[in-house]
């Protein structure tokens, strides 16, 4: 026989007040997810179309240059993005499949 502390009435009332205390830290952690998912669906279809610097991933994508940063070293840890040639002071990143097909092509 099991029991679940979680179907007793009095778990279930706690359980409903720290819903609605955290309900506004709640959103705001979904609304800056959804920020973040939309920044990096911009970030991969702008280096999807051809390997950019960081100024040039702000600009086609309008996040601030920090912002634009943070993406892709967050991409390039986790391997979706790499270093390119280098443009200037400037490295230019692409998408880590690309560059690997452009390899063995």
Sequence with gaps: MSHNISDTPVSKEILKALRAER????????????ENKKAR???MERLAAASATV??????????P???LWMVASLKKFGEVVEA???GSFYRYA????AAQAQEA
């Design 23 to 34: 309900k506004d830290w709640i959103a705001g952690a979904a609304a800056l997810a959804r």
């Design 41 to 43: 669906k911009a970030v």
């Design 55 to 64: 100024p040039e991933i702000a600009e086609a994508t309008g996040l601030a």
């Design 66 to 68: 920090d912002a634009a």
């Design 85 to 87: 040639e280098k443009d």
């Design 95 to 98: 998408l880590a499949a690309e």
